[in-house]
């Protein structure tokens, strides 16, 4: 198994500019979610998804949309990239909650981008 | 809002000693608490999880309790190594959670030979 991936590694973008970060899975894990980590901000938490085909935001989703078209792939995109969002990105993936048997969540590598 | 905190940023100790690590959490009790670590330029791993009636957890060198009375975690780190520095971060569920997580800001552990 390749757990959680992102591509890609490290991004550049110009003010304006818009991009697709992709992250997949292969533990057929039905939660996925993005997160942000900024210096002194810890993780936070963009959009997440409960399932194929079901999104919903986080604490942080403005300037970004989520589809979920497969239970493998949740990729994140950038719709006008700005200074702020300079970050780096992680992608992470759990087996659904059910009761109160919650699991542990599946880091991806992270994305660092910079938006100039 | 529910606030979780991890009370040192960095943590400096000798080979051989016990590492411990504090988080905090405000406002309602979460049904479990879980600790990951972090290496640079990597994503977390996770490492333990603790259910709100479980006083404490153990794994090989790691121990972690939850008091929800005092509404705090610690994480122990016994016989701490260089290798064991990295930064930690704990992370609770939030009211109404459907498997989100919220995290704290992190402890970067250093452990000196």
């Known amino acids: 198994n390749a757990g959680v991936t992102q591509t890609p590694k490290f991004q550049v973008l110009k003010t304006g500019q818009s991009m697709t970060l992709q992250c997949a899975q292969d533990m057929n894990h039905e939660y996925m979610s993005w997160y942000r980590q900024d210096p002194g901000m810890g993780l936070r938490l963009i959009h997440y998804?409960?399932?194929?085909?079901?999104?919903d935001q986080g604490e942080v989703p403005n300037g970004y949309n989520v589809s979920r078209s497969t239970t493998e792939d949740f990729p994140l995109r950038l719709l006008s990239a700005a200074p702020s969002q300079t970050s780096v990105y992680f992608c992470?993936?759990?087996?659904?909650?059910?009761?109160?048997?919650?699991?542990?969540?599946?880091f991806g590598p992270g994305t660092r981008l910079t938006v100039l | 809002s529910q606030k979780i905190e991890q009370n040192s940023e960095a943590l400096n100790i000798q080979e051989g000693k016990t590492a411990t690590l504090t988080c905090n959490y405000t406002n309602y009790s979460p049904a479990y608490l879980q600790w990951y670590r972090q290496d640079p330029g990597r994503g977390p791993v996770f490492l333990l999880l603790i259910r709100e009636n479980e006083k404490e957890k153990r794994k090989e060198r790691l121990k972690v309790t939850f008091d929800t009375t005092l509404k705090q975690s610690l994480f122990h780190i016994t016989a701490s190594q260089p290798a064991d520095s990295a930064t930690y971060l704990c992370a609770l569920d939030p009211p109404g959670s459907q498997g989100n997580l919220i995290f704290g800001k992190g402890t970067k552990l250093s452990v000196k030979p």
């Open positions: 992470a993936s759990s087996e659904h909650p059910s009761g109160l048997t919650y699991n542990e969540q599946f």
């Open positions: 998804s409960v399932g194929a085909g079901i999104t």
